[in-house]
């Protein structure tokens, strides 16, 4: 969660002196502002214990204030006899359900200064942080509720549903097909319930003499599967109520899609019986089920008059209204697949003569042999297949044919004795190497324009270190007292690209490095774009051009301005991509907040040696499609050098030009004495064939994803001058 000051800067560090009393303000935006607030102080991100809290925020308009004391036990112990104690905070907005959303941490330092001798500290910090959220969750109940204490009451009976009397008819219904819960049945319905009997009223001069079964089915993925078996019912005669009985019950939840079939005799064919019924009109899914292939035979389509049992129990009451728990619905459905199905076979059974049992036998008989020999064939072949181990290893005696592709997302290795067999052999190490030199073809340089680089502010061009279009050293100059020195370069970049109109560019990488705090910004694809200069690090140094007017290019800044983080034992770095899709209709800016886990002897950016922009095809203009990524190769001596800082849009077809058009690198020094910053030639990569490009699918099979957050807005431009 971001957290910002009301200028837009993030909120990354909070200096305050023992003893103060601070007021703060908090305005939660978009769909949290439902939030109930807290301010946790502790001493690492870890720790259990919390140093400070504030709560109690009061809300005024859009704000939400309250007083932080800063002065508590802990902290008094925690400062000990230091001058000063460096301590991590987190807001916190505890949502209407109970929920917690947590900011990005923030430093804060707490220095000592001279309190009276009888200055006692205020209570202890919050004890118990449950009860902050009870509270949350209390203010949304309704005040009558509240007064009245809401109580939880076991859930546990049986309910009468009935189609009612009005307006009803007899006709011929096979079956019907509904939505179990809607209004066809009124009555007291639970989410979850146990079907338990359906009563119906027979209507038909000619007595029904044979015997009669309902069968339920339920829609799952696309189908119908039957779910409940009847028991039978027979010899019906004119006004005859028949109730057909389910044991031991059919597990039903609200807005399953049933239908309630009439089967007659033990073989269960499907029949039409003459019934009451309720005149509706019948529309898909009530009544009429065309839109599903193959389902259940159901002749009709007005809803029988039904009067229906259901039960239901261990369910949960609050404020009159029945909840369902887990263990019902858990122990609802068990078992009641096999014992419908056990109901079915048993009716069938029922009804079979004696000869076509004997008959069935000598069948089960013979299948019974042919499963044993097919066994014994099945149990010959899966000896004959190559085991896998138990750590998922093979090995084959002989080759391996396959008629698609093999994958292998861990890699392919070819032992040293292994050459290719004959002149049209697999994948050899020749043929490897004519791989990477292929991909090194694809490959275009770009050179600095060393007589176009301007600078500004605290910033020269450095003769040291410093080779006209191919690499250029700048110095940074130092700190004064109390202000750190800035400075901006802006590089021109060039290089051949042989297009017309479209463009085949892919990706580029540029060579840069600082040993100040130092932002990288360049300037992707088509359009203009303005340059800018003197500003604060946090500030746009490119923005769209012609007034932002609409075009399809990208501005991406790289932002490594904070110091090592040694809490965390790394260095947070920012990243931003200015792009504009049709469908949004204006500039956008998506921010992604990047952790590298680095050690206190990899410094940034001194350890920066490459950063790296690769796509996997061309986006939409029209809607955001992320085809892009954006990588940093660092050295020194971590096991990791490879990450992934940010997934962006990418390059669309229809390119002039090397495809990044400038470098800007802006500095801060905040020593007192000179540091530098460098940039070096780039490489431009091309498609292949089928705009294809194998470095941006190698780099992403190898590099570490060190992205933590992502953030889209809408562009709002930050200028802030130094």
Same mark, same amino acid.
């Given at each position: 969660?971001?957290?910002?000051?009301?200028?837009?800067?993030?909120?990354?560090?909070?200096?305050?002196?023992?003893?103060?009393?601070?007021?703060?303000?908090?305005?939660?935006?978009?769909?949290?502002?439902?939030?109930?607030?807290?301010?946790?102080?502790?001493?690492?991100?870890?720790?259990?214990?919390?140093?400070?809290?504030?709560?109690?925020?009061?809300? %005024?308009?859009?704000?939400?204030?309250?007083?932080?004391?800063?002065?508590?036990?802990?902290?008094?112990?925690?400062?000990?006899?230091?001058?000063?104690?460096?301590?991590?905070?987190?807001?916190?907005?505890?949502?209407?359900?109970?929920?917690?959303?947590?900011?990005?941490?923030?430093?804060?330092?707490?220095?000592?200064?001279?309190?009276?001798?009888?200055?006692?500290?205020?209570?202890?910090?919050?004890?118990?942080?449950?009860?902050?959220?009870?509270?949350?969750?209390?203010?949304?109940?309704?005040?009558?509720?509240?007064?009245?204490?809401?109580?939880?009451?076991?859930?546990?009976?049986?309910?009468?549903?009935?189609?009612?009397?009005?307006?009803?008819?007899?006709?011929?219904?096979?079956?019907?097909?509904?939505?179990?819960?809607?209004?066809?049945?009124?009555?007291?319905?639970?989410?979850?319930?146990?079907?338990?009997?359906?009563?119906?009223?027979?209507?038909?001069?000619?007595?029904?003499?044979?015997?009669?079964?309902?069968?339920?089915?339920?829609?799952?993925?696309?189908?119908?599967?039957?779910?409940?078996?009847?028991?039978?019912?027979?010899?019906?005669?004119?006004?005859?109520?028949?109730?057909?009985?389910?044991?031991?019950?059919?597990?039903?939840?609200?807005?399953?899609?049933?239908?309630?079939?009439?089967? %007659?005799?033990?073989?269960?064919?499907?029949?039409?019986?003459?019934?009451?019924?309720?005149?509706?009109?019948? *529309?898909?899914?009530?009544?009429?089920?065309?839109?599903?292939?193959?389902?259940?035979?159901?002749?009709?389509?007005?809803?029988?008059?039904?009067?229906?049992?259901?039960?239901?129990?261990?369910?949960?009451?609050?404020?009159?209204?029945?909840?369902?728990?887990?263990?019902?619905?858990?122990?609802?459905?068990?078992?009641?697949?096999?014992?419908?199905?056990?109901?079915?076979?048993?009716?069938?059974?029922?009804?079979?003569?004696?000869?076509?049992?004997?008959?069935?036998?000598?069948?089960?008989?013979?299948?019974?042999?042919?499963?044993?020999?097919?066994?014994?064939?099945?149990?010959?072949?899966?000896?004959?297949?190559?085991?896998? /181990?138990?750590?998922?290893?093979?090995?084959?005696?002989?080759?391996?044919?396959?008629?698609?592709?093999?994958?292998?997302?861990?890699?392919?290795?070819?032992?040293?004795?292994?050459?290719?067999?004959?002149?049209?052999?697999?994948?050899?190490?020749?043929?490897?190497?004519?791989?990477?030199?292929?991909?090194?073809?694809?490959?275009?340089?770009?050179?600095?324009?060393?007589?176009?680089?301007?600078?500004?502010?605290?910033?020269?061009?450095?003769?040291?270190?410093?080779?006209?279009?191919?690499?250029?050293?700048?110095?940074?100059?130092?700190?004064?007292?109390?202000?750190?020195?800035?400075?901006?370069?802006?590089?021109?970049?060039?290089?051949?690209?042989?297009? =017309?109109?479209?463009?085949?560019?892919?990706?580029?990488?540029?060579?840069?490095?600082?040993?100040? =705090?130092?932002?990288?910004?360049?300037?992707?694809?088509?359009?203009?774009?303005?340059?800018?200069?003197?500003?604060?690090?946090?500030?746009?140094?490119? *923005?769209?051009?012609?007034?932002?007017?609409?075009?399809?290019?990208?501005?991406? /800044?790289?932002?490594?301005?904070?110091?090592? /983080?040694?809490?965390?034992?790394?260095? %947070?770095?920012?990243?931003? %991509? *200015?792009?504009?899709?049709?469908?949004?209709?204006?500039?956008?800016?998506?921010?992604?907040?990047? =952790?590298?886990?680095?050690?206190?002897?990899?410094?940034?950016?001194?350890?920066?040696?490459?950063?790296?922009?690769?796509?996997?095809?061309?986006?939409?203009?029209?809607?955001?499609?992320?085809?892009?990524?954006?990588?940093?190769?660092?050295?020194?001596?971590?096991?990791?050098?490879?990450?992934?800082?940010?997934?962006?849009?990418?390059?669309?077809?229809?390119?002039?030009?090397?495809?990044?058009?400038?470098?800007?690198?802006?500095?801060?020094?905040?020593?007192?004495?000179?540091?530098?910053?460098?940039?070096?030639?780039?490489?431009?990569?091309?498609?292949?064939?089928?705009?294809?490009?194998?470095?941006?699918?190698?780099?992403?099979?190898?590099?570490?994803?060190?992205?933590?957050?992502?953030?889209?807005? /809408? =562009?709002?431009?930050?200028?802030?001058?130094?």
């Amino acid at each position: 969660m971001a957290l910002r000051w009301p200028s837009g800067v993030p909120v990354t560090d909070v200096s305050l002196v023992l003893g103060d009393t601070v007021p703060v303000r908090i305005r939660v935006e978009h769909a949290l502002d439902n939030c109930t607030p807290a301010l946790a102080v502790k001493q690492t991100i870890g720790s259990p214990d919390l140093i400070m809290t504030v709560t109690g925020f009061v809300r %005024e308009d859009d704000w939400q204030t309250a007083d932080w004391v800063v002065n508590t036990v802990p902290l008094q112990a925690a400062l000990d006899s230091a001058d000063s104690v460096a301590l991590v905070a987190e807001v916190v907005l505890v949502a209407p359900d109970g929920a917690q959303h947590t900011s990005r941490p923030i430093r804060v330092t707490v220095r000592r200064d001279i309190l009276p001798a009888d200055y006692a500290p205020p209570a202890e910090v919050l004890a118990d942080w449950s009860e902050l959220v009870a509270d949350a969750l209390a203010a949304q109940l309704p005040a009558a509720l509240k007064e009245a204490g809401v109580e939880l009451a076991a859930a546990t009976g049986q309910s009468t549903l009935s189609s009612g009397d009005a307006a009803d008819t007899w006709t011929i219904v096979g079956g019907y097909a509904m939505t179990w819960g809607d209004e066809i049945l009124a009555g007291h319905l639970p989410d979850s319930c146990r079907l338990k009997s359906i009563s119906t009223v027979y209507f038909f001069e000619t007595p029904a003499a044979n015997q009669y079964c309902l069968r339920v089915w339920r829609l799952t993925d696309g189908a119908y599967s039957l779910i409940g078996t009847s028991a039978y019912v027979s010899n019906l005669s004119s006004g005859q109520t028949a109730t057909w009985v389910f044991t031991p019950g059919v597990p039903l939840t609200r807005g399953d899609v049933i239908i309630i079939q009439v089967c %007659e005799g033990t073989e269960m064919t499907p029949y039409a019986l003459g019934m009451h019924a309720v005149l509706t009109p019948s *529309i898909h899914g009530r009544g009429l089920i065309t839109e599903v292939a193959n389902p259940p035979t159901v002749n009709g389509t007005m809803a029988p008059l039904m009067t229906v049992m259901v039960d239901y129990d261990d369910g949960i009451t609050l404020g009159g209204i029945e909840l369902a728990t887990a263990r019902q619905l858990d122990s609802l459905g068990r078992d009641v697949r096999q014992s419908s199905a056990t109901a079915e076979a048993a009716a069938r059974t029922a009804g079979q003569s004696a000869a076509a049992a004997s008959t069935s036998a000598d069948n089960a008989a013979t299948s019974a042999t042919s499963a044993a020999n097919s066994a014994t064939e099945a149990q010959q072949a899966l000896e004959a297949i190559p085991q896998v /181990d138990a750590s998922g290893n093979m090995t084959l005696a002989g080759g391996l044919t396959a008629a698609g592709a093999i994958n292998a997302n861990g890699g392919v290795n070819i032992p040293l004795a292994v050459g290719a067999p004959t002149d049209t052999g697999a994948v050899n190490r020749f043929y490897t190497s004519g791989l990477a030199g292929a991909v090194s073809a694809l490959v275009q340089p770009i050179y600095l324009n060393s007589s176009s680089i301007t600078v500004a502010g605290s910033i020269s061009k450095s003769s040291n270190g410093t080779l006209a279009g191919l690499t250029q050293r700048f110095s940074v100059g130092a700190a004064s007292a109390g202000s750190n020195a800035y400075g901006s370069a802006v590089i021109p970049l060039i290089g051949p690209n042989g297009q =017309f109109n479209y463009s085949s560019v892919c990706g580029f990488s540029l060579a840069v490095s600082a040993t100040a =705090f130092a932002k990288f910004t360049f300037g992707i694809g088509r359009g203009p774009k303005t340059n800018r200069t003197g500003l604060t690090m946090d500030s746009y140094s490119m *923005i769209p051009g012609n007034e932002l007017a609409v075009n399809h290019g990208e501005i991406v /800044d790289v932002n490594i301005n904070t110091p090592y /983080d040694t809490v965390r034992k790394g260095y %947070e770095i920012r990243v931003r %991509e *200015i792009f504009y899709v049709s469908s949004v209709g204006h500039w956008q800016v998506k921010t992604t907040t990047v =952790f590298l886990p680095v050690g206190h002897n990899e410094l940034m950016p001194n350890g920066l040696n490459r950063l790296i922009y690769m796509q996997s095809g061309l986006p939409s203009t029209a809607v955001r499609e992320e085809k892009a990524a954006l990588y940093m190769e660092l050295g020194g001596g971590s096991t990791n050098t490879l990450f992934k800082i940010a997934s962006l849009r990418g390059f669309i077809a229809f390119e002039a030009g090397t495809g990044v058009s400038t470098l800007i690198i802006d500095a801060r020094n905040e020593k007192t004495y000179a540091l530098s910053a460098d940039a070096g030639t780039g490489t431009r990569h091309l498609y292949a064939n089928g705009l294809t490009n194998p470095t941006y699918h190698a780099l992403e099979a190898m590099a570490v994803n060190a992205i933590e957050a992502e953030e889209t807005a /809408d =562009f709002v431009d930050i200028n802030i001058p130094l």
